[in-house]
T-cell receptor, first 117, second 112 residues
């Protein structure tokens, strides 16, 4: 178990460029979440996958954002035509199916910090 | 989604116990109380969770009020490595996605 892995750790881009982030969840975790965190705030939910199906998207996820999880393994989050307001930490988390006892503990990666110049 | 309220910041001396409060007056009967912490430049890290009874693990203890409208995370002996932002989150079973709704958390400062 190597934990949730996110790449790259840091990304600097110019406004208008497209960026893509990758998340590798803990193996056998079928649930995967993306969150966004700006300075001084708690993480905000963006989207959720169960296996390869994207089951929920936040209103924060504008049409410039797209997430995929082909084959239910790794996931990618793409931002098209980046804006300065997209600058944030993008966090990925994964969890196994919930068990009794309120489980479904989400394990987070270290995040990808995006800076849009 | 039920909300939580936490103090913005707290301070503690090293090796002393720390009690981090959380109010969740609109909690429903099926909501679990989860605590996470986030160290600088890292993702949130699971600390503990519970439903009604107090819980202990190697990291901390969770004390839940009898009416479940508040809870307290207890760090028995704070160390400098415990300096972090601590989040109290309600995770409802009714929500099919089990997403977390984070607040702004409590920033804990540990003084040497």
């Amino acid at each position: 178990d190597t934990g949730v892995s996110q790449n790259p750790r840091h990304k600097i881009t110019k406004r208008g460029q497209n960026v893509t982030f990758r998340c590798d969840p803990i193996s056998e975790h079928n649930r995967l979440y993306w969150y966004r965190q700006t300075l001084g705030q708690g993480p905000e939910f963006l989207t959720y996958f169960q296996n390869e199906a994207q089951l929920e998207k936040s209103r924060l996820l504008s049409d410039r954002f797209s997430a995929e999880r082909p084959k239910g393994s790794f996931s990618t989050l793409e931002i098209q035509r980046t804006e300065q307001g997209d600058s944030a930490m993008y966090l990925c988390a994964s969890s196994s199916p919930p068990k009794t006892g309120g489980g479904n503990i989400q394990y987070f990666g270290a995040g990808t910090r995006l800076s849009v110049l | 989604d039920a909300k939580t309220t936490q103090p913005n910041s707290m301070e503690s001396n090293e090796e002393e116990p720390v009690h981090l409060p959380c109010n969740h007056s609109t909690i429903s009967g099926t909501d679990y109380i989860h605590w996470y912490r986030q160290l600088p430049s890292q993702g949130p890290e699971y600390v503990i969770h519970g439903l009604t009874s107090n819980v202990n693990n190697r990291m901390a203890s969770l004390a839940i009020a009898e009416d479940r409208k508040s809870s307290t995370l207890i760090l028995h002996r704070a160390t400098l490595r415990d300096a972090a932002v601590y989040y109290c989150i309600l995770r409802g079973l009714a929500s099919g996605t089990y997403k977390y709704i984070f607040g702004t958390g409590t920033r804990l400062k540990v003084l040497a």
